[in-house]
């Protein structure tokens, strides 16, 4: 069974920064697609930010410059690394796993909340 575990979020000020983390479990690929996502409240769940098979990241536009995605190369696990935070970007993230059948995993979420 995939688990997946975030950690990481909490509370920052504007133009502040914090470091999400995504640890996967039970998955017996390597290297797979796994991405962030975030809802706001009363929106969508919209992408952040997504690796592939490999260590290029597809970003939204509108993080593209602030975020950043990374892998480490021995495990699935991903961070996404915000900077610039602004009150817009508060939301929950969710880490998503994408296993070669498309079959989606899901994190619970955390929470982060940026003030002005």
């Known amino acids: 069974q995939v688990q997946l575990v975030e950690s990481g979020g909490g509370l920052a000020m504007s133009g502040g920064s914090l470091t999400l983390s995504c640890a996967a479990s039970g998955s017996p690929f390597r290297f797979i697609p796994m991405g962030w996502y975030r809802q706001a409240p009363g929106k969508q769940r919209e992408l952040v930010a997504r690796l592939g098979r490999g260590y290029s990241g597809i970003y939204a536009d509108a993080m593209k410059t602030r975020f950043t995605i990374s892998r480490e190369s021995d495990r699935n696990t991903v961070y996404l690394q915000m900077r610039d935070l602004k009150p817009e970007d508060t939301a929950v993230y969710y880490c998503?796993?994408?296993?070669?059948?498309?079959?989606?995993?899901w994190g619970q979420g955390t929470q982060v909340t940026v003030s002005s």
């Open positions: 998503a796993l994408i296993l070669p059948n498309n079959q989606t995993y």
